[in-house]
């Protein structure tokens, strides 16, 4: 029996969502995923507070959708300041947003936050991901474009600070042989 895209794209994302923890685990959840430097000045306890962060964005819009409920977008500073109060992350949907102030307000945010807390409510958001998205209906999936959009809030993320933490781990690697 043929599967469906959403089995295709829930297959490919828990595939994806392995490879990065299987490296997050080659670091080891020790005092290293706290070093900063890893990318820029943010260490991998900082790169997962921001995975954290696009996580809750998509899993709370996968779960209104769900619910009947629509998201729009902030279009004012007091509305970007309402939802960062409501939800507790930025509104990454919103045009105001610029490239770096969400950032430094994640990393601000988590940077007294225990490295396990972070972890345990990374692992949340992703399940909750994955339950919205076996819940939701194929048709509705496709209306929303939400397999691009989740794509684009885990593993291209994903990818994207794994490059940094692999090299991160070379030049440490090679620094500590010698």
């Given at each position: 029996?043929?599967?469906?895209?959403?089995?295709?794209?829930?297959?490919?994302?828990?595939?994806?969502?392995?490879?990065?923890?299987?490296?997050?685990?080659?670091?080891?959840?020790?005092?290293?995923?706290?070093?900063?430097?890893?990318?820029?000045?943010?260490?991998?306890?900082?790169?997962?507070?921001?995975?954290?962060?696009?996580?809750?964005?998509?899993?709370?819009?996968?779960?209104?959708?769900?619910?009947?409920?629509?998201?729009?977008?902030?279009?004012?500073?007091?509305?970007?300041?309402?939802?960062?109060?409501?939800?507790?992350?930025?509104?990454?949907?919103?045009?105001?947003?610029?490239d770096d102030g969400p950032n430094e307000w994640v990393?601000?945010?988590?940077?007294?936050?225990?490295?396990?807390?972070?972890?345990?409510?990374?692992?949340?958001?992703?399940?909750?991901?994955?339950?919205?998205?076996?819940?939701?209906?194929?048709?509705?999936?496709?209306?929303?474009?939400?397999?691009?959009?989740?794509?684009?809030?885990?593993?291209?993320?994903y990818h994207e600070h794994s490059t940094d933490i692999k090299r991160w781990l070379r030049?440490?690697?090679?620094?500590?042989?010698?």
């Amino acid at each position: 029996m043929p599967k469906t895209q959403k089995e295709i794209f829930l297959a490919r994302l828990m595939r994806e969502r392995d490879k990065f923890e299987l490296l997050l685990n080659r670091v080891g959840f020790t005092r290293r995923m706290t070093l900063k430097g890893v990318s820029g000045k943010w260490s991998i306890k900082d790169m997962l507070a921001h995975i954290l962060s696009y996580e809750l964005y998509i899993a709370d819009r996968l779960n209104e959708t769900l619910h009947g409920e629509v998201y729009a977008p902030c279009r004012t500073q007091n509305a970007l300041d309402a939802f960062l109060d409501e939800f507790g992350y930025p509104d990454f949907g919103s045009p105001l947003l610029g490239d770096d102030g969400p950032n430094e307000w994640v990393t601000e945010k988590y940077k007294s936050v225990p490295l396990e807390e972070v972890v345990a409510q990374e692992l949340q958001a992703f399940a909750a991901i994955i339950v919205s998205l076996e819940e939701m209906p194929e048709d509705m999936l496709d209306q929303h474009n939400f397999l691009d959009r989740v794509a684009n809030n885990t593993y291209r993320h994903y990818h994207e600070h794994s490059t940094d933490i692999k090299r991160w781990l070379r030049s440490n690697t090679a620094y500590n042989r010698r």
